[in-house]
Nanobody, 122 residues
Framework: QVQLVESGGGLVQAGGSLRLSCAAS????????MGWYRQAPGKQREVVAG???????NYADSVKGRFTISRDTAKSTLYLQMNSLKPDDTAVYYC????????????????WGRGTQVTVSS
């Protein structure tokens, strides 16, 4: 069992910055990789940034050069630094942890936070 709590969202003007945090607790050792997703009104949830199984990072083309994903393993916390924000970045941002469960069977399982709202005004 993994619990994820996002924070750091808010209202910011275009060109501004925000840093999102995701605090993880529970079975931290079961986590395979983590990432950030977002969902805008009327759109499907999309990946924003994440760590791969090899600890490299991937970014959506729309955020490359502006967003940076990082983590602090000692604090079990994932971060997303967002710079040069645009109105199109407005969405609910979700933290994701892909974990390995062994019961009732061996499988991967995605845990999600409840999300944090980011609103960028023009």
């Amino acid at each position: 069992q993994v619990q994820l709590v996002e924070s750091g969202g808010g209202l910011v003007q275009a060109g501004g910055s925000l840093r999102l945090s995701c605090a993880a607790s529970g079975s931290i050792s079961s986590i395979l990789n983590m990432g950030w997703y977002r969902q805008a009104p009327g759109k499907q949830r999309e990946v924003v940034a994440g760590f791969t199984s090899g600890d490299s990072t991937n970014y959506a083309d729309s955020v490359k050069g502006r967003f940076t994903i990082s983590r602090d393993t000692a604090k079990s916390t994932l971060y997303l630094q967002m710079n040069s924000l645009k109105p199109d970045d407005t969405a609910v941002y979700y933290c994701n942890a892909r974990s390995l469960r062994t019961t009732p069977s061996v499988r991967v399982y995605d845990y999600w936070g409840r999300g944090t709202q980011v609103t960028v005004s023009s």
